[in-house]
């Protein structure tokens, strides 16, 4: 059935500026970590990416290890840009990343420039694409020298490979350093990816000064805590969650007692709000100015759906904040 994105996708979703560049990204971003690798069915993927975009959503973030297996994450939205969005590109913005083990060899991970240069083409070549809206290191590399992981940056842009790029995970002291490193080379990094939600708060010690300092947007991963932050978890562990599946990040052992108990307590104030779990906490993330976009991952539509109907609700009062700090402290 051939796909036709609704007329009045841009009505409802929220587009906040990215740093002080002049790309605005929705308020939420769909990531396409797992759920869309060889495992999983590509009628579900190919339904997560019509409802996104249906929903407004025009920001998809891969990286060049999303699967599982590696590069079928890439490969899967490949297929759907061929068959479904390629007269929809240039309302797209896609984004990939390098950093993590791709192939076996000294040449395989990291940040070297041979490494990232020849990442960002095969992601190219699985995605059909002459090019992504946004480039990441995906992670540090504490052997590499920084101004080399830096360089093949540049390179991307300067091929025609990028349009911008950004950094993922890096602490504050050597985002600043990353920064004046690209401003050198005449570039400017776009924004910035670490991991941030309700029980992980490491991006508040320092990196959103920065970001905000240098006029870098700020695109949170796992806001959700990979699903730890929604109902899912609050009494077990559901057959079908992703702390029950093998080739998961998130483990069994994770899911304790006292975490639950946290849990059912934000849940409860959740309730109170008129939320799930899982919308308070993504408006939580939002609350502060200097994040660009919380980025989601998803296994249904309506997961996605239901993520978006967050925004209806964004403002907190002070005694709702002092609680969840009290809640996860």
Sequence with gaps: MCYIPATERYNDMKYNRCGASGIRLPAISLGLWHNFGGVDTYENSRAMIFTAFDAGITHFDLANNYGPPPGSAEETFGRILKT???????ELIISTKAGYLMWPGPYGEWGSRKYLTASLDASLERMGLDYVDIFYSHRPDPDTPLEETMSALDRALKRGKALYVGISSYRSDMTSQAIAILREFGDRCLIHQPKYSI???????????????????CIPFCPLAQGLLTDKYLDSIPPDSRAAKPH??????????QLQKKLRALNDLAQKRGQSLAQMALVWVLRDKRITSALIGASRPEQITQNIAALKNTTFTKEELTAIDKIAG
């Design 84 to 90: 479904d969005l390629a007269g929809y590109r240039d």
């Design 199 to 217: 029980l992980d708060r490491w991006v508040e010690d320092g990196l959103l000064d920065v970001l905000e300092t240098e006029g870098v947007g």
């Design 248 to 257: 998961g990040f998130l483990k069994k052992e994770t899911v304790t007692a």
